[in-house]
C-alpha cells in the first residue's frame, strides 16, 4: 500500500494517542470524518495498523522493577525454540521476548515485577526450569531514557 502525506499524519496522531475519536483525528489531519475514517480502516486492513491499547505507567501499579535477560539455549532446535516461545508467551511478567544474534544469548526478556523478591521467585520457579535453558545474565533498569511505542515514519516518501 502507498502511503501518502494524510495516511502518515493519521499514522503520526494514532501513534501519538490511539484512543482519538475519528472526529478529533480528522480535524487534526484536515480531512471530513467519513474519507478520515475510510483511510483509518484501509491502514487496519492493509495490517499497517495492527490494534490500539492503552499504555499504563508501570510504577503506578506497583511494577517497580524492570530486568533484561538473556536466555541462552542448549541446543539450537526448531522444538527447543518453539516450546520456549510457547511457555514464555503465557508469563504475564514478560512483556517483551527477542529471539537475538550477535551476543552469547539466543533470547532477551524484558520483564516487570515488582520487587527483587518477585524477580527471584519469577526466575528460580518459571525461567529455570524451562527445558533447555542453559545459561541466565539479568541486568536491572536503573532509569528509563526512552520509551515509546511509535515507529518512525519519516523514511516513507509520501
Known amino acids: 500500500m502507498h502511503l501518502d502525506k494524510l495516511d502518515k499524519r493519521i499514522l503520526h496522531e494514532l501513534q501519538r494517542d490511539g484512543a482519538i475519536t475519528n472526529l478529533e483525528l480528522a480535524e487534526r489531519i484536515g480531512l471530513s470524518p467519513s474519507p478520515c ?20 505507567d508501570p510504577l503506578k501499579l506497583d511494577l517497580k522493577l524492570t530486568a533484561l535477560i538473556q536466555i541462552s539455549m542448549d541446543r539450537h532446535t526448531p522444538d527447543r525454540f518453539e516450546a520456549f516461545d510457547k511457555i ?71
Open 37 to 56: 475514517a475510510r483511510r483509518v480502516k484501509q491502514l487496519a486492513d492493509a495490517g499497517i495498523i495492527q490494534g490500539r491499547v492503552t499504555v499504563l
Open 88 to 158: 514464555v508467551s503465557s508469563y504475564p511478567e514478560v512483556i517483551e521476548c527477542l529471539l537475538i544474534t550477535g551476543q552469547s544469548a539466543d533470547y532477551q526478556l524484558k520483564v516487570v515485577v515488582p520487587d527483587m523478591e518477585s524477580y527471584q521467585e519469577f526466575l528460580l520457579n518459571k525461567i529455570t526450569r524451562i527445558d533447555g535453558v542453559s545459561d541466565v545474565q539479568s541486568s536491572f533498569m536503573l532509569r528509563q531514557v526512552v520509551n515509546t511505542t511509535a515507529l518512525p515514519l519519516t523514511h516513507i516518501k509520501s
